[in-house]
């Protein structure tokens, strides 16, 4: 990514200065460690930011116009304040026109801005660029409008700027943990109340490593759509069946769908059991994280990979094999894959002193056997949105 003073000069090439306030911000993108689609079953995740970033330069202006150029597209968009239009050619432009429209509705006024962005967040990956795109957007509009929006109420606006002008059903944990995230901290949400707890995850010996599959996940509306029908014909099964209140999977315990499953169907119960193993291994991977034990975190991250394979089947052979080639290497103490499945990335654990050898014997492998190209990032957790200059 460009040295920050470049974008300055980048930014000052394309925008005459207009003496009003100007600033330097970033937002991070995110993977998550344990909890894949529990979100929509109102249970638990634990994402962290990882520390690839949307970078956002931006001043206001004098009128209601907005100046948007995206150094990784090459293109500008401007538009009016007062007419905001979904984008079709230039659709990256709708997650910002989005965070505006959601702004403007709660009665802040703004004026115009020039912005350029750019970002070294791998697009396509399920490492939600898109999320960063907006909680950059939103925090540099707030700070440079000097804005009192507190960082979950500004977490969601962002939730409701891509449900609502994007067209996407998102849950909140990309922008929340966009938001939230801090360095050496995964971030526990409770997806029904939206609580969320900061929970320490800093081990000098171990890193995090990201496999890029380099598949594009074609399959996901149709059969993620599928699985939440999948969940809610359980939860109304179990509401019938149960003598408690049942709202959502997470309200049944993995006893009584042993005990009740006999009326479901074999599908719906392979639907049901990853739900509500996955908000136990959440949980029980952060009691691990408490007490830095890395052995037991890990074995969870492989378990939870192999009920995505097996029960809720939203894998798919390059990720299996990606995991199946992790779990072979030294150092290694866990691997699943991570996102919404039918490709993008894996999660690794691994030890510092294995990681080169890591890196080159799964792409090795995994590069003869697919004919693709794996991309490897590595992280730590990383800082949520914050100013640069």
């Given at each position: ?131 960063a ?31 609502n002008?994007?067209?996407?059903n ?7 943990v ?19 707890e900061?929970?320490p ?6 890193q ?8 594009e996940r074609?399959?996901?509306d ?14 109304r099964?179990?509401a ?14 993995i ?68 995991v ?11 691997a699943?894959?991570?996102g919404?499945?039918f ?47």
């Amino acid at each position: 990514m460009r040295e920050l003073k470049d974008l300055w000069q980048i930014f000052e090439e394309r925008f005459p200065d207009t003496g009003l306030r100007k600033g330097a911000f970033a937002a991070p993108g995110r993977v998550n460690l344990i909890g894949e689609h529990t979100d929509y079953n109102e249970g638990f995740v634990l994402p962290m930011a990882i520390d690839k970033d949307i970078i956002m330069l931006a001043q206001l202006r004098e009128d209601q116009e907005v100046r948007v150029y995206s150094l990784d597209y090459n293109r500008e968009v401007i538009f009016s304040l007062l007419d905001l239009e979904f984008e079709k050619e230039d659709f990256w432009a709708n997650y910002l026109k989005g965070v505006i429209d959601e702004l403007q509705k709660m009665d802040y006024y703004l004026p115009g801005m020039n912005i350029i962005f750019t970002g070294n967040i791998p697009i396509g990956s399920g490492l939600s660029s898109s999320a960063a795109l907006e909680v950059v957007t939103a925090y540099t509009i707030a700070t440079l409008n000097e804005l009192d929006i507190q960082p979950v109420e500004m977490a969601l606006l962002c939730q409701r700027a891509e449900n609502n002008f994007v067209g996407v059903n998102c849950g909140i944990m990309d922008q929340y943990v966009s938001r939230l995230g801090k360095k050496g901290q995964a971030l526990l949400i409770d997806c029904r109340s939206n609580e969320y707890e900061l929970v320490p995850f800093a081990n000098e010996d171990y890193q995090v490593v990201i496999c890029n599959s380099k598949v594009e996940r074609g399959l996901v509306d149709s059969e993620y759509n599928q699985r939440r029908a999948e969940c809610e014909k359980a939860v109304r099964y179990f509401a019938g069946k149960l003598d408690h209140r049942i709202l959502a999977l997470r309200d049944v315990t993995i006893e009584e769908l042993e005990k009740e499953a006999a009326g479901l169907g074999e599908l719906t119960k392979r639907r049901a059991r990853h739900v509500i193993t996955e908000n136990n291994r959440v949980l029980m991977a952060v009691a691990a994280l408490r007490n830095n034990d890395l052995e037991t975190f890990g074995q969870l991250m492989t378990e939870s990979h192999y009920s995505l394979r097996d029960d809720y089947e939203v894998s798919c052979p390059e990720l299996d094999l990606l995991v199946e080639l992790a779990l072979k290497q030294k150092g290694v103490l866990g691997a699943r894959m991570t996102g919404a499945g039918f490709g993008g990335c894996t999660v690794n654990l691994v030890h510092k002193d294995y990681i080169n050898d890591f890196i080159f014997n799964v792409k090795k492998a995994y590069d003869q056997e697919t004919g693709k190209d794996m991309e490897s990032y590595l992280t730590w957790p990383a800082a949520g949105a914050r100013k640069l200059a």
